[in-house]
């Protein structure tokens, strides 16, 4: 099984700058290096939307809403992924989860929130 905990969100005004954590932990955490793994995020009344990807050999790409604002990086010997988030913006402000790409359902944790308010 594989636990993920999300951390770091927070109340940030437009123009603002967030980093968030991902802790990949239990019995199949030694697997993370070879896992691809992405940031997501769901804001109210809407679809869990997908933002940024990392592979596991660290080629990144991301959804075209943050690019150029977000860096998604990982850390293979702390089981971390990281999402630096720079310019925020109102829009921005969901719950932010992380998980493989493609997605494990069974994976999801509770997510962080990040409120961006003027």
């Known amino acids: 099984q594989v636990q993920l905990v999300e951390s770091g969100g927070g109340l940030v005004q437009p123009g603002g700058s967030l980093r968030l954590s991902c802790a990949v932990s239990g019995n199949m955490a030694n697997m993370f290096r070879f896992w691809a793994m992405g940031w997501y995020r769901q804001a109210v009344g809407n679809q869990r939307e997908w933002l940024a990807r990392?592979?596991?050999?660290?080629?990144?790409d991301y959804d075209d809403s943050v690019k150029g604002r977000f860096t998604i990086s990982r850390d293979n010997a702390e089981n971390t992924v990281y999402l630096q988030m720079n310019s925020l913006k109102p829009e921005d402000t969901a719950v932010y989860y992380c998980?493989?790409?493609?997605?494990?359902?069974?994976?999801w944790g509770q997510g962080t929130q990040v409120t961006v308010y003027s």
């Open positions: 998980n493989l790409v493609p997605p494990n359902n069974q994976y």
């Open positions: 990392i592979t596991a050999d660290g080629n990144t």
